[in-house]
């Protein structure tokens, strides 16, 4: 009986060692985890839609060209998922949710900025592709939400489709403590 016991700890042991070494790739995930991950490679997945041979839309989970610098084989965990107000079902990458008080209210809560640095860092990044300091529309959110989209807006963005994504990724400061 002990030498089963023995084999089957070391059976259970094996998997988990090959779980642990298994490398993210986007295009192996499944659609629903896709969102908020990152690959092995240290890029972000996406979901993005395609059209089938029958005109029917499809989603899949691709590799962008977005580096996220010191993290890699990450998938988001659901309490972060819900602590920032972000969708798992999102297609592509946008800034346009930093428009809509009520997201940058979730993103700028405890909850998200100092304990979801994934997803910070991914609207840190966005913010800063449109000109503007995440922690600043941070401040302006908790004291004027309106001020906060104005302040977005008037820095060049604007509603609408999202600029094309850029390699080239600048780091996200540690959040300040609120």
Partial sequence: MA???FSFVLFLSSL???AASAEIVCEELPNDICAFT?????????????ATKNDA???????S?????KMADYIETDACVKACGVDRNSVGIS????????FTAKLCSPACYQN???????????????????PDLCDAARYNPHRSMIQL????ATPGPAAPESASIVSAPAPAPM
């Fill in 3 to 5: 030498s089963f016991k």
């Fill in 16 to 18: 988990l060692l090959h």
């Fill in 38 to 50: 990152i690959s092995s490679s240290g890029k972000r997945c996406l979901l993005e839609t395609y």
């Fill in 57 to 63: 839309v499809e989603y899949q989970c691709r590799t």
């Fill in 65 to 69: 060209e977005v580096v996220v610098e």
């Fill in 95 to 102: 800034s346009d949710a930093l428009l809509e008080p009520q």
């Fill in 116 to 134: 979801c640095p994934n997803i910070v860092d991914l609207y840190f990044n966005l913010a800063a592709g449109e000109g503007a300091f995440l």
């Fill in 153 to 156: 807006m008037s820095s060049g």
